[in-house]
């Protein structure tokens, strides 16, 4: 049973371009959350989503960032136009359940650079 | 004052030593904790859930102390392997959202 899968694992953009990060969660899964880690600091919360369904956004910037997750296919974080400060490393975790219950898997990271 | 609150470290102990991280939190609703490792570069993983009566497993012990508002992790016997971050965590209500401190960096030596 294959973990939380993320690509790409490393990520290099110029500023003003954008980024697509992808995140499948584990099977039997239909959880996925997206949290960010800037260097040096703690993860901090994005996004929650169900399949085809937002969740709750409230950690996402208001401009630019978007996420989905669809009915077929894995979930993605867009960032529109990137800058420096988004560089960071990205990563998205997944549950069978709300996390009243379940645990929270995460996947390995898409380490994001932006030149 | 911040949700989640650790101390930064780096705590640099000898092999066999006995460690203690504190934790203090902001929001005296919090019902669930949990304490993480991440290790260099990679994903956090789930190191225990703490509960109000405490809980062991194997050489980790966790207590959480609603009164005061602090969570605390023990490390007896320290083990090389040990060395990574720690990172508190607590839910935060919200059904997606597990507020994360900034974690306490541990390093094992020989």
């Known amino acids: 049973n294959a973990g939380v899968m993320q690509n790409p694992r490393h990520l290099v953009r110029r500023r003003g371009q954008e980024a697509r990060l992808r995140c499948s969660p584990m099977k039997g899964h239909s959880h996925v959350y997206w949290y960010r880690q800037l260097p040096e600091e703690g993860l901090k919360f994005m996004v929650y989503l169900q399949k085809e369904n937002i969740i709750d956004e409230s950690g996402m910037p208001k401009e630019r960032f978007s996420a989905e997750f669809p009915k077929e296919g894995p979930s993605i974080l867009r960032i529109q136009q990137v800058v420096r400060g988004d560089s960071a490393a990205y990563f998205c975790?997944?549950?069978?359940?709300?996390?009243?219950?379940?645990?929270?898997?995460f996947g390995s990271g898409t380490q994001l650079s932006v030149l | 004052r911040k949700e989640v609150e650790q101390d930064p470290g780096p705590f640099n102990v000898p092999e066999g030593a006995t460690v203690a991280f504190n934790c203090t939190y902001s929001?005296?609703?919090?019902?669930?904790f949990f304490w993480y490792r991440q290790d260099c570069r990679k994903e956090p993983k789930l190191l225990m859930s703490?509960?109000?009566s405490g809980n062991e497993d194997g050489r980790f012990t966790a207590q959480l102390n609603r009164a005061s508002q602090y969570i605390s992790l023990l490390i007896r016997d320290s083990k090389l392997s040990d060395s990574a971050t720690y990172l508190c965590v607590r839910y935060g209500g919200s059904q997606g959202n597990l507020i994360f401190g900034k974690g306490t960096k541990l390093s094992v030596k020989p």
């Open positions: 703490v509960y109000s």
């Open positions: 929001n005296s609703a919090s019902q669930s």
């Open positions: 975790a997944s549950s069978p359940g709300t996390l009243t219950n379940e645990k929270l898997f």
